[in-house]
């Protein structure tokens, strides 16, 4: 079989490239153990990339985007550029016809085994499953990557408003905010002059970004009235992220997920005909954007294996870089569930 293995980065994100292909080769040699696998490496780049990733990779096909680097993390210019240099891997293997895809980011350490095991879910029950994906550790270093979500809310939340150990004052003044919000959408409605109905427009988005910054200061700043098991009992709901999705889960686990990363996943061609960008305007992550744009409406299934996981090398708030050690429990009651630790990380020097 073919598998084309996609991997995106810009020049400034090459530090641990050399790692990453280390820990790919790992997982071909294992995975070629029990079946013939013809790989092709497929590294898309900026053109301040090109040199290095030569240097670092010789054999693979080194695809160059004409977009900068630049903007904030997250933000819409950077995820562009993530979309595009991913966009370019994807149409790539199509162009070579492999059997699959393999994705992997440039700061993601696959485990030996997970090339294997992906593999292996792509053909459970007759291929259920369209894109198969090794959790691991997010950007801080916390939560793992898999877990509820939906179409209006591509990640659900954690913990609802009222799990939270928010002030009362505060709750107030949320209430307060959505009073507003529907007197001026009653306004709209009876509004007959064109200007009044822009002042109401107005002041409509700027209650939304009211209503969005409270969000966010509810999430960062107000802690669970308890656990997730405790809070699960009282009234089950599907949460957002791998660790309150699906608690106390880990070794020998694969779990149906409503949304993926593309820090390790395997697709088949069905997935890999609809990877495409088309429309994405960089609000929200290109991850998410397949999963819900292209992926989902075409009933594709995902799942999520905590069998395998996968390392973060993270950049914290001082810019030093660590690896999210994620691995799983050794011993005692809690034997076999996720666990990370933060290592330092220490990198080849390609120059």
């Given amino acids: 079989m073919k598998i084309g293995i996609t991997i995106a980065c810009t020049h400034s994100y090459l530090f641990a490239l050399p790692e990453v292909l ?20 497929i590294i898309s780049t900026d053109a301040n990339g090109v040199d290095k990733v030569k240097k670092i990779c010789p054999e693979a096909i080194i695809l160059e985007t004409h977009l900068k680097e630049g903007g904030t993390r997250y933000k819409e210019q950077a995820n562009l550029l993530i979309a595009d240099l991913q966009g370019r891997g994807f149409q790539k293997c199509r162009e070579l016809k492999v059997d699959f895809c393999w994705t992997v980011e440039a700061d993601i350490l696959v485990p030996h085994n997970a090339l294997d095991i992906m593999l292996t879910m792509l053909e459970f029950d007759r291929g259920y499953y369209d894109v198969a994906f090794c959790t691991y550790p997010s950007q801080s270093g916390s939560m793992f990557l898999g877990g509820g979500g939906s179409y209006r809310s591509p990640i659900n939340e954690d913990f609802t408003l009222e799990e939270r150990k928010v002030p009362k004052e505060r709750l107030e003044y949320f209430e307060k905010l959505k009073e507003d919000k529907e007197a001026k959408l009653k306004e709209l409605e009876e509004a007959k002059e064109d200007e009044e109905k822009k002042e109401i427009v107005k002041a409509l988005r700027n209650l939304d970004e009211e209503l969005a910054e409270f969000n966010k200061e509810v999430k960062e700043k107000y802690a669970p009235k308890d656990n997730v098991f405790k809070l699960n009992g009282e ?11 699906f608690p106390a889960i880990g ?11 593309l820090g390790c996943n395997l697709l088949t061609p069905r997935a890999l005909a609809l990877a495409s960008f088309d429309g994405y305007d960089g609000k929200g992550t290109q991850d998410l954007f ?36 994620a691995h799983h429990e050794l011993e005692g009651e809690c034997k076999g569930h996720l666990r990370i630790e933060l290592k330092p990380f220490v990198g080849s020097d390609i120059g």
């Fill in 251 to 261: 070794k020998g686990a694969v779990l149906e997920s409503d949304w993926t990363g």
């Fill in 235 to 245: 009234k089950w709901r599907k949460r957002g992220w791998f660790d309150t999705t």
């Fill in 290 to 325: 397949l999963n819900w744009k292209r992926w989902k409406p075409a009933n594709l299934n995902f799942c999520v294996i905590s069998h395998a996981v996968c390392e973060h090398v993270i950049t914290d708030s001082e810019g030093k870089r660590q690896v999210a050690f």
């Fill in 22 to 41: 280390n820990r790919v080769d790992s997982a071909l040699y294992h995975a070629n153990q029990y079946r013939e696998i013809e790989a092709v490496k």
